[in-house]
């Protein structure tokens, strides 16, 4: 072979080698880019919130879940899902109570029967335990974020205000990073008349909400009611993904359905976002009871993906994958897959 042919030979090696090697690192980079969200309907019971115990043992199967069996780089949780955790303050009260005015006059330490709330005793009780509560269930959450490696949207838990002279509690969303570091923070803003007179919450303040990055998505946050408002286009301008947390305490009629599909839909396509998803807390606590399904919509607001129960446990997944400067949906019918039986 001439030395011509030769360096000719070695030049189409050099360019199919570096074609491979080019087709393999995009071929490895698009795996690698692909997030994986899996949004959590939880069903909530009184034996969930016996003891911090319990309550770990309920939601880290979750967790697990979604990781290990979807392949989840985000994990979304409900609205409310750790303020119950007070209850375990209260082990003979909860034991005891049918209702939650029992629960909270034997939680005070006066009898149940034939008793209604008193005005202010409802806040009093909460904000009695409220911080070391919502300390013990962070320190949980930051545990089981680092442990599975995962980023955590972890519901909301209710905090002492930081507000000078303010007693009020505030409603907080906390997002947990891979290495179980708070990364983000966000107060609700648009109240309940329930949540205003009967718990004694502050809202936040709509000034301080803003996106945030989360495996490379752009990502902005409402809280149930929150969702209704388009007041928060401006301060989640540029939103990739919407994130909405809700707890709807009432059944889960036609009237409600149609209700919430005026909330977060209308988010997502305003904003031109790739996806908006939607979690979910069900179940019932003493006479309490919520309903409803977490969903998943496209970028127009079309509901794709939603769990199958009104009331449950389900995990449901979808994909988000890099489309030029941006992200979208990708192409395949999202999972879901229940988590028990009841």
């Not at 005070?108 to 008193?118: C, D, I, L, S």
């Not at 979208?328 to 019918?333: A, C, G, K, P, W």
Request: proline share 4%; aromatic share 8%; hydrophobic share 40%.
């Amino acid at each position: 072979m001439t030395r011509g042919r030769r360096a000719s030979h070695l030049t189409i090696l050099t360019i199919l080698t570096g074609i491979t090697l080019a087709v393999t690192a995009f071929a490895a980079h698009g795996e690698e880019s692909r997030v994986t969200v899996a949004t959590v309907q939880f069903r909530v019971t009184e034996e969930v919130f016996t003891s911090i115990d319990a309550y770990r043992g309920a939601v880290e199967g979750v967790v697990a879940s979604a990781v290990e069996r979807h392949g989840a780089d985000i994990v979304v949780l409900p609205e409310y899902l750790n303020v119950f955790l007070i209850a375990s303050r209260f082990p003979e009260a909860l034991e005891q109570a049918s209702t939650i005015d029992e629960a909270l006059h034997l939680a005070a330490g006066r009898p149940a029967t034939g008793r209604q709330r008193e005005s202010g005793e409802l806040p009093a009780v909460l904000r009695s335990v409220a911080e070391e509560t919502s300390r013990d269930a962070i320190a949980l959450w930051q545990d089981l974020a680092a442990t599975h490696e995962v980023t955590i949207v972890a519901g909301t838990f209710f905090v002492p205000s930081e507000a000078p002279h303010e007693r009020g509690l505030r409603n907080r969303l906390i997002v947990f990073g891979p290495s179980g570091e708070i990364h983000y923070q966000q107060d609700k803003v648009y109240l309940t008349e329930e949540e205003r007179r009967s718990m004694g919450i502050r809202p936040g303040a709509l000034d301080d909400a803003e996106t945030v990055e989360l495996a490379g998505i752009t990502v902005g946050f409402t809280i149930c009611r929150d969702s209704f408002f388009d007041s928060w286009h401006e301060p989640l301008d540029g939103v990739e993904l919407w994130i909405d947390l809700r707890a709807n305490g009432e059944p889960f009629s036609r009237d409600v359905e149609e209700r919430f599909r005026r909330a977060l839909p209308p988010r997502v396509r305003a904003a031109e976002a790739a996806a908006g998803v939607n979690a979910t807390l069900t179940g019932s606590f003493l006479d309490l009871v919520w309903e409803g399904r977490s969903y998943v919509v496209d970028e127009s607001g079309t509901r794709i993906a939603e769990s199958r129960r009104v009331v449950g446990t389900e995990i449901t997944t979808v994909h988000l994958v890099p489309d030029e400067d941006s992200w979208r949906l990708e192409d395949r019918t999202p999972e879901s897959s229940r988590q028990e039986s009841r």
